[in-house]
């Protein structure tokens, strides 16, 4: 039997500079500037993981010949995993039925666009699915989709038909997920930033905090400052 191994938290990665990132932003930020905040995005969400315990930090990354990128951004106890499959969920499920077959009690991916996603719920995730309360964990997220999914056991149909980048991802997956009786643990919902009103409902969140993610939060100012991503009355 393979060896138990502590929850396993992938981030699901875009390596950025190598193809276009954050296409919904190009037209208020331009590409370059699109792929900066994402880079923001990654590297922010890569140091909050690394800081979490008892889990296994991954970065799960595309394209594959991206590889020697992506190490030099990834902090260094990271592993790094190249994503396998057509399709996004292709890749969900090869990479979550991956990690369990390595021997993790519990297997995460989780998004690098929600940046000020508390970390306390990817813990919370981690946890229930080592204690074994849930098949299933999920966090949705509020256009419909989901920031993170975790497993406790292989599942490839969750991830089967889904129309993915519309608002009937999470419904979807929580109804197959209760067809099969599985166990779901539902975490809080947050939002994603794809969009320019998503883009400016950071900025006023963090603002209004005084607080964020250590470069997103310095890159949004500059934008903002710019009268890009403009909070509007």
Not at 34 to 46: I, N, P
Not at 125 to 145: F, H, I, S, T, Y
Request: charged residues 25%.
């Amino acid at each position: 039997m393979p060896p138990r191994l502590p929850p396993a938290v992938a981030v699901m990665a875009k390596v950025p500079g190598i193809g276009p990132v954050k296409s919904r932003l190009h037209a208020a930020l331009t590409a370059e500037r699109a792929t900066e905040l994402y880079r923001c995005f990654l590297l922010d969400r890569l140091d909050a993981v690394a800081e979490l315990d008892d889990v296994s930090p991954l970065v799960a990354f595309t394209p594959d010949e991206a590889e020697r990128i992506m190490r030099e951004l990834a902090p260094a106890r990271f592993q790094l995993v190249a994503q396998r499959g057509a399709d996004l969920g292709e890749r969900l499920s090869a990479l979550l039925t991956g990690l369990l077959e390595r021997g993790h009690v519990g297997a995460i991916a989780i998004d690098s666009d929600s940046p000020t996603l508390p970390m306390g719920y990817v813990a919370e995730a981690a946890q229930v699915l080592a204690d074994g309360r849930c098949d299933l964990a999920l966090g949705p997220c509020e256009d419909g989709g989901y920031y993170l999914v975790g497993l406790r056991a292989p599942q490839p149909a969750l991830f089967e038909g889904i129309p993915w980048s519309t608002d009937a991802v999470f419904a979807m997956t929580l109804d197959k997920a209760r067809v099969r009786g599985l166990a779901v643990h539902v975490l809080p919902r947050w939002f994603d930033v794809d969009t320019e009103a998503d883009l400016r409902r950071l900025h006023a969140d963090m603002a209004a905090r005084n607080h964020g993610p250590r470069r997103t939060y310095a890159f949004v100012r500059q934008l903002n400052e710019l009268g890009i991503g403009r909070t509007r009355a």
